[in-house]
């Protein structure tokens, strides 16, 4: 039972137009969810965040956008650049406690020059 | 800045073997988590453990188990490799849910 599902395996987006990833998820106990990035042989890095409170959070080039009724989340990346290039994966959690994520399948987004 | 450090990148052990992970971080948190990452599956978190010597069940601990002895130190067993755990294994800490996770490099375990 998949809670936290990237549909996309991968996108491909050309250099300095917007990439949007997306996650949907199905537990309604969600209330905090995040994005991370991964290259490959590293481990994953955190990206951004927000809180089931808000519907937008924005730093720099990236923005994540939180639908609470759609139960959906997307990532915009915009400019994007070659370095955006990598895994993404969106994750959740439900509980304050030991803050356990679950995550999606990741999305491989490769930028072309 | 926080690390978190796997003490292997790399490696091949044969079927029936008790393996051992390693993972310390060095910013005195008190969650500590493993995943393993497979195609097209994502990250499944195995076992995680939010305080010394306490450790809970993730989505999927069939053949592992964990010990936390130190704060620092979170260690994986697989009590008897199988080659269907033959995966990349992911070591994470938080401290707060704000911060999210911090990941160590991960460790490429091939089961032959």
Redesign the interface.
Known sequence: DQQVKQNSPSLSVQEGRISILNCDYTNSMFDYFLWYKKYPAEGPTFLISISSIKDKNEDGRFTVFLNKSAKHLSLHIVPSQPGDSAVYFCAASAHQGAQKLVFGQGTRLTINP | DVK?TQSS?YLVKRTGEKVFLECVQDMDHE?M?W?RQDP??????IY?S?DVKMK?K?DIPEGYSVSREKKERFSLILESASTNQTSMY?C?S?L???????????T?LTVV
């Open positions: 978190v990148r969650n988590f995943y097209g599956l994502g990250l499944r978190l995680f939010y809970e993730g992911l994470a938080s707060t849910q704000g911060s999210g996770y911090t990941f160590g490099s991960g490429r």
